[in-house]
């Protein structure tokens, strides 16, 4: 099928200290949560002066893929638009629609699937094109990623790297740990077309970079950021609970690696290295974090590949794969639906 755009679409995040509440209710809107809970909330971005790195690093990664795209002869332009903050992807798809764009292709920052990580966005894309109205550009969106090198690859490496600055001396004692943001269980359970999908990927995803990586060595697949009421049961472990049971093991070093994110943004910057950071000091563990792709030669190269998977005629056939889990281009109807939820 021919495309004439790439579009990027990510989370979003302020980048002043008074865009910090109003974007904390974008996020949050229709779902009831107390203002005390948001300014609780807002107090982690305030920590960094109100800029979430998230914007910058979309810049950054945009750049990077019109760069690696025009050095391949690909002939795209490359959009940008958010789910909660500027740029909205609703303004963006109506500058695209204005540039005479007809049919494009969408690289989201999320490689999993489930209803926050995959589903939400497909519904983003489809508010903001009813918004532009009926010359909106159609738009597909590229497929999960993964199990794909360009995404495994960089997480290994980053993940031997933070394994050298620990004491080999103690490599014995020391574990993996990978994270990834926490979902409700019953969002966990409606994941992909028969449930339990976004588990399922982030656990194939931790078995190749540790294989990849450190086969020698123990790991974990723990969670992080949960931000729903107490009553209603998530995901767990905790990356902080887990650290303690770890330290009652006799671990004395761990490397956390986000595989659930693309890049090191409030989640990481904020969870990681300030709380489970701070947890493992405590505890007294040698604590390194692993970084993210971010700008990664191999995965802007991979964004370039997964459009060839779907403008060029033999694009399936070189498609790249790690894993085993079943993968597809378009998602199946229905897929990921979101438990109703509580008043």
């Excluded at 995040?13 to 910090?20: F, I, L, Q, T």
């Excluded at 802007?300 to 060839?308: F, I, K, Y």
Aim: a negative charge; aromatic letters at 8%; one cysteine or more.
């Amino acid at each position: 099928m021919s495309y004439d755009a790439l579009v990027l679409v990510s989370f979003g995040g302020p980048e002043r200290p008074e865009d910090v509440l109003p974007f904390l209710e974008n996020v949050t809107r229709g779902r009831g949560v107390p203002p005390e809970r948001l300014a609780e909330v807002a107090e982690h971005y305030l920590h960094f002066g109100g800029v979430s790195p998230i914007n910058q690093q979309c810049r950054e990664l945009l750049a990077a893929i019109r760069a690696d795209l025009a050095a391949h002869d690909v002939d795209l332009p490359v959009y940008w638009g958010n789910r909660n903050w500027d740029p909205m992807l609703a303004d963006t798809v109506a500058r695209m629609r204005d540039d005479g764009i007809t049919r494009a292709l969408a690289f989201v920052t999320s490689a999993y699937g489930g209803y926050s990580s995959c589903r939400q966005y497909q519904e983003d894309i489809a508010a903001a094109r009813a918004a532009v109205g009926p010359d909106a550009p159609v738009i597909d969106k590229l497929r999960q990623f993964w199990d794909h090198p360009g995404f495994v690859e960089p997480h290994a490496d980053a993940v031997r790297s933070a394994l050298a600055q620990l004491d080999p001396a103690r490599r014995d004692t020391t574990r993996l740990v990978f994270t990834a943001h926490s979902i409700p269980t019953s969002a966990a359970a409606t994941a992909g077309p028969h449930g339990g999908r976004y588990t399922a990927q982030l656990a194939e995803t931790a078995r190749l970079v540790h294989a990849a990586a450190a086969p020698d060595l123990p790991y974990d697949l723990v969670w992080q950021s949960r931000s729903g009421p107490p009553q209603v049961p998530w995901l767990e472990p905790d990356v902080n609970d887990h650290l303690t049971a770890l330290a009652g093991q006799g671990v004395t070093g761990v490397v956390v690696s986000p595989i659930g994110f693309v890049s090191d943004h409030l989640e990481v910057v904020w969870d990681l290295d300030t709380e489970a950071s701070e947890t493992a000091k405590q505890l007294g563990l040698d604590f390194v974090r692993a970084g993210t792709p971010g700008t990664d030669p191999r995965f802007v190269a991979m964004v370039r590949e997964l459009v060839a998977e779907r403008t060029t005629p033999d694009g399936p056939a070189t498609r790249r794969r790690l894993g085993e889990l079943p993968m597809w281009d378009t998602c199946p109807t229905p897929c990921c639906v979101p438990a109703a939820r509580r008043p």
